[in-house]
Nanobody
Framework: QVQLVESGGGLVQAGGSLTLSCAVSESIFSRNVMGWYRQPPGKQRELVAR???????NYAESVKGRFIISRDNAKNWVFLQMSSLKPEDTGVYYC????????WGQGTQVTVSS
């Protein structure tokens, strides 16, 4: 069964922090590069962070130094720690493989107020 279930979003003031979590089915998670994507209002979805099964990470320039991606390989979870949040971080956040599968979860809304 395919599963991508994101959680942890919310409303936060600029400068605040949030941690997102994503439960992933084995078929999608196992030994694959995983990533967090976000879709700002009225814009296309973009990749903001990725992590290999071995723990190597890469970040979009816009979030580098503020976001940390991690994964729990034993339990098939992916996390995104977000700090120093800015209004431009607002959007719906999704996790998926990199490159993506055809499956998407419902996402979790992050809203950063100024």
């Amino acid at each position: 069964q395919v599963q991508l279930v994101e959680s942890g979003g919310g409303l936060v003031q600029a400068g605040g922090s949030l941690t997102l979590s994503c439960a992933v089915s084995e078929s999608i998670f196992s030994r694959n590069v995983m990533g967090w994507y976000r879709q700002p209002p009225g814009k296309q979805r973009e990749l903001v962070a990725r992590i290999t099964s071995g723990g190597n990470t890469n970040y979009a320039e816009s979030v580098k130094g503020r976001f940390i991606i991690s994964r729990d390989n034993a339990k098939n979870w992916v996390f995104l720690q977000m700090s120093s949040l800015k209004p431009e971080d607002t959007g719906v956040y999704y996790c998926n493989q990199v490159p993506t599968t055809i499956y998407w979860g419902q996402g979790t809304q992050v809203t950063v107020s100024s």
